[in-house]
């Protein structure tokens, strides 16, 4: 199991930056694979901004990779998404995510924060 502990968000105007942070819990049994964000828009579905792998390999959106920026601290088991140029269009719910199984199985999991709202003013 892995717990997801969220944190940032909030408002911002059109221009603005926003910082989110996640950290992981999990047992010792229990590997990482990667850590990433996803958000959702009213109406529609969810949708990957961020993720790093447990190698250090990151991918992005389409429309976050010149404005996000995602980072990984191994030792702290946590994750951080740093947004800046936020547009309306960003606004959303942001959800931690983390892809996780059993040290030595090749079978993973997926696991969700709670979930942390973003509102970009124009």
């Known amino acids: 199991q892995v717990q997801l502990v969220e944190s940032g968000g909030g408002s911002v105007q059109a221009g603005g930056s926003l910082r989110l942070s996640c950290e992981a819990s999990s047992g010792d049994d229990f590997s990482i694979k990667v850590m990433g964000w996803y958000r959702q828009a009213p109406g529609k579905q969810r949708e990957l901004v961020a993720a790093?792998?447990?190698?250090?390999?990151?991918d992005y959106g389409e429309y976050a990779q010149d404005r996000f920026s995602i980072f990984r601290d191994f030792t702290k088991n946590t994750v951080t998404l740093q947004m800046n140029s936020l547009k309306p269009e960003d606004t959303a719910v942001y959800y931690c995510?983390?892809?996780?199984?059993?040290?030595?199985?090749?079978?993973?999991?997926?696991?969700w924060g709670q979930g942390t709202q973003v509102t970009v003013s124009s």
């Open positions: 790093v792998t447990s190698y250090g390999e990151t």
């Open positions: 995510n983390a892809r996780a199984g059993y040290r030595g199985s090749a079978l993973s999991f997926d696991y």
